[in-house]
């Protein structure tokens, strides 16, 4: 029986009382205990940033890479290994500024990941500047003039890029969070979960106080269609006063990538003995070449 | 009067989308077939169709590691071929041309023979289309030096099986088409180069195909990457046999991405690689250091083309090695290895994924446009299967992970600097590496202590590997005068030349590298008397290299930047050069 503890780390977190992450941090926990998955059957991959520091402090396979390349070690990670539960967890900057087109390119592959976005709309490890996803408009050490540039919806352009698992949730309610990424957890394909994550320190506009009045759940509704992709599209487009968190599209009837490779067929690349080419198999090339 | 020639090179041109190479690499199967020795070198622009592109079939008796400049026989498909090569024909030599193209208006060279055969109307009559003249030219260069046409039929014979026998059938009309157009022409062309019959079966391959072979034979079964020339056969090459070797191969949205995926394959316990060029290592070079700092085992094949930027797409040189060599910020350690032959191809292919896992770290395999692209027949035992080793260096076993105290420490504190490996899976192995600076538990550590301790623990790993780092290969004369110094590539040329150095009495040796870092002990005591150093590249960076390694001074350096490769020529020419300089002061 695996529980929350099992995943205890002796690192204590360095982020700062109140921020966003700590409760991202409890939902991965308690989804990974509720999933039943060890430690030991877990791959943590993030980027560089404050909530990339996550697998640090928690106590699974981790690996903490570059800024912007979670998705596409993770890839490696998956492709090498589908045994591992390999679960992204990064930043709004390294997600959809320099990571953005490797999770449009994940989206289309379908490549088994849960990919957790600790979307706070600012940068904070770098102190203060804007990120892909301000609000434009935003003043900013290096936006002094508010920020030029619309915000990327990152639904949207998931759902464009054809992700088969396309939610949203927030770190102000810890349980829906981790029932949002359990509900990933058991999905086959690329599974994108945007969090809102008040940062308490550098973003004051998007904090608890805006978002708790504005957030409201799709899976309330009994109607919504989980496998409509223009309703999800709709829903995607849907901000201001009434902002959706849940689940906006969800199928299963695209196999992951991983599951149409062939030579995956047989198990996973880590787990099989490696050894020389057989006779046969040398001649084989060798013929291919007389 | 007809002479059996020892040396002989056919040259044909024409537009892209002509199936030069195509048909050359055919010709020089068949030729292979017959006994012969070959060099093939395509030459060919960054476009699909149109522009000029050429192949050259080098023929001897003895095997050959080179291409060469005199050209023989000219098989021109345009007037444009006439024009650009008429120049490299030997005194004696041939163009053919067809009938329709016509000769440009250049003067006549009094010395060589013009042969007008109708080429598009005998390949259309013989096999039912003007575009199957690549292979009739072939058939007609087979008749002009009397080689026997029955190689060309059963190279045409197993290469087109698979399109049906009608295909087999109409290639084999269009061969006897072509020995038989080249008859009136036979007594005029002085050259021969007949066949061997009863010779073992050898192998054609390039460098590209060497390496991948290699790469397989020593275990890779990940590879990433994302298409440019002339790194990209090898993925395609390894996507080939992915399913019947278990290899996963993927072509990805970008370098960054491909070396991103090797390295997260490799953390995972695959032997994983990611074939490119320059460009495309160009953008890798950040995901290079985090290999370097987290210590995962990876190998980057880089095949190198002129620079800066795109340059010259389809050409070669030897301009990346510094680049390679302090690629990324930071220090850490990283081995280069550089082959110049098939040979040494393949057997880099699997020593790279060796000395990746030994020393848990990125290892650059730099080859090159001419080594990637080039043909040359080996026998099978050359690429020596039997000698290849999977050593994947020092791993915790299931059962010492079972019996282990306390949590794993991925990045353990040893003298060699190699931390005893063990991937995430096992319920004791489990731990997180950080490309910050991290403890020996792979956790963020700022501590100035750990620091030290830490780089030096990774950088330590150089000095490790430096131990089995091969000394260069000598060629040539053991007391030599002269030692000529080369690395990766210009190996053939560079042995041909001192072939003909020494011919010529001038007491000349190579030294060949294949491994470039770390620089191998006892490189110092090597190198001395006369040196010269030989490279692909503006400023030698090569010599560079040796003189920050080892403090010497080379005398001298020939080098290249032309994007085309360096011939024996070139370098006995600028040999010559000096040492008659010398000789005029003296």
Known sequence: ?290 | MQSQLNDLSIRIGGEAGMGLESSGVGFSQALVRGGLHVFGLPDYHSRIRGGHNFFTVRIARRPLYSHTEPVHLLLALDQETVRRHIGALVPGGAVVYDEKDGLPDIPRRSDVHYFSIPLSKLAEESGGNAIMRNTLVFAVAAGLIGFDPTYIESVARDNFARKGQAVVDSNLRVIAAGVEASRPFQADFPFRMEAAPGAPRRLLLNGNQAFAMGALAGGCRFVSGYPMTPGSPVLEWMAGHAEEYGVVTLQVEDEIAALCMAIGAGYAGVRAMTPTSGGGFSLMVEALGLAGMTEVPVVVYEAQRPGPSTSLATRTEQGDLLFVLHASQGEFPRIILAPGTVEQAFEVGWRAFNLAERYQTPVIVLSDHYLATSIRDVAPEDLDFDAVVIDRGEWLTEAELDNLEGDYKRHQFTESGVSPRAIPGHPKAVHASSSDEHDEYGHIEENAENRRRMHEKRMRKLETARAEMRLPAAYGLNDADLTLIAWGSTYGPLREAVDRLNEQGLRAQMLHFTDIWPVPHGTEALLTGETIAVEGNYSGQFADLLRMATGHTVSRRILKWDGRPISPEYITNHVLRFTNHRKSET
């Open chain 1, 1 to 290: 029986m695996v529980t929350v503890d099992d995943f205890a780390s002796p690192v204590r977190p360095t982020w700062c009382t109140g921020c966003g992450n700590f409760a991202i941090w409890n939902a991965v926990k308690r989804a990974l205990a509720q999933a039943g998955l060890a430690p030991h059957q877990v791959m943590l991959v993030s980027g560089i940033g404050c909530g990339s520091k996550l697998p640090d402090y928690t106590r699974a396979n981790g690996y903490m890479t570059l800024h912007g390349r979670t998705v596409p070690v993770a890839t490696g990670v998956r492709l090498a290994n589908h045994h591992l539960r390999v679960v992204c967890t990064h930043g709004d900057g390294d997600a959809y500024a320099e990571g953005l087109g490797h999770m449009l390119h994940a989206a289309r592959r379908n490549i088994g990941l849960v990919d957790i976005i600790q979307d706070n709309r600012i940068y904070g490890l770098t102190k203060g500047q804007y990120s892909p996803t301000s609000d434009r408009g935003r003043v900013s050490k290096t936006s002094p003039w508010g920020s030029f540039e619309l915000p990327v919806n990152p639904i949207a352009l998931a759902l464009a890029a054809g992700a088969t698992f396309v939610a949203r949730a927030w770190s102000g309610d810890l349980q829906h969070l981790t029932e949002t990424i359990v509900r990933a957890l058991g999905h086959r394909g690329y599974a994108l979960i945007d969090v809102f994550q008040p940062c308490v320190t550098f973003n004051r506009q998007n904090s608890y106080e805006f978002y708790r009045p504005r957030v409201y759940k799709l899976q309330d509704d009994p109607d919504y269609d989980v496998t409509d992709k223009m309703a999800a599209f709709a829903k995607a487009l849907e901000w201001g006063d009434r902002i959706p968190i849940g689940v906006f599209y969800q199928v299963e009837d695209r196999p992951a990538y991983e599951e149409q490779v062939p030579s995956l067929q047989a198990g996973p690349l880590a787990l099989r003995p490696l050894e020389k080419l057989r006779p046969e198999q040398v001649q084989r090339l060798l013929e291919e070449v007389m």
